[in-house]
């Protein structure tokens, strides 16, 4: 158990909807990325939050979106959805966001099929 | 684009042999990190090196670092069966946030 927890595991909504996936980082840890993988694809980063802030921009389509909020967990918000946005969604955190070679820590996903 | 990507894509192998994947990045970096995962499951941090190592052991794993290069491999030794998963080099470039990139990832499978 890596600490970080997402919510929901398993999520099937229909194109053009919105959905929103939730993430509770490890205690303490400050900074918190999204992740995507297709399937049989590599991650893709799509965006950092440190602190309540964005630090880092990835791949991210502009029908997605993010915060952390003051409890420092954090939400991604997929909109317009579309099929090809079905993937695994992932959410790690690290103490810092300094350059320090931190582990990052992964939750275990939450799937969205698109139908 | 991925920063990282490993070779070979894929790879099969008998319970008890070694395998080896490599990985290659493309700019300057202050550490690389390999993960597993297991299929459709999280991440999980296998071993880090920083950018002035180059060799780390860590049980059966061995990971090397050629920044002239620009790469890294990943040993593992007397493979099991449950060593079959999905392999991923990290890495975080040098200057600014932590950004960390993954690669392709490489496939591997253990045979009983």
């Known amino acids: 158990d890596s600490g970080v927890t997402q919510t929901p595991k398993h999520l099937i909504t229909a194109t053009g909807q919105r959905v929103t996936l939730r993430c509770s980082p490890r205690?303490?840890?400050?900074?918190v990325y999204w992740y995507q993988q297709s399937l049989d694809q590599g991650l893709q980063f799509l965006i950092q939050?440190?602190?309540?802030?964005?630090?880092a921009k990835g791949n991210i389509l502009e029908r997605f979106s993010a915060q952390q909020f003051p409890d420092l967990h954090s939400e991604l918000n997929l909109s317009s959805l579309e099929l090809g946005d079905s993937a695994l969604y992932f959410c790690?955190?690290?103490?810092?966001?300094?350059?320090?070679?931190?582990?990052?820590?992964f939750g275990e996903g939450s799937w969205l099929t698109v139908v | 684009s991925q920063q990282g990507e490993e070779d070979p894509q894929a790879l099969s192998i008998q319970e008890g042999e070694n395998a080896t994947m490599n990985c290659s990045y493309k700019?300057?970096?202050?550490?690389l990190q390999w993960y597993r995962q297991n299929s459709g499951r999280g991440l999980v941090h296998l071993i880090l090196i920083r950018s002035n190592e180059r060799e780390k052991h860590s049980g059966r794993l061995r990971v090397t670092l050629d920044t002239s290069k620009k790469s890294s491999s990943l040993l593992i030794t007397a493979s099991r069966a449950a060593d079959t998963a999905s392999y991923f080099c990290?890495?975080?470039?040098?200057?600014?946030?932590?950004?960390?990139?993954f690669g392709t990832g490489t496939k591997l499978q253990v045979i009983p």
């Open positions: 205690s303490g840890d400050l900074s």
């Open positions: 939050y440190y602190n309540g802030e964005e630090r």
């Open positions: 990290a890495t975080d470039a040098s200057g600014g946030y932590q950004k960390v990139t």
């Open positions: 790690a955190s690290t103490p810092t966001t300094g350059v320090g070679g931190n582990t990052i820590y």
């Open positions: 700019t300057s970096i202050n550490n």
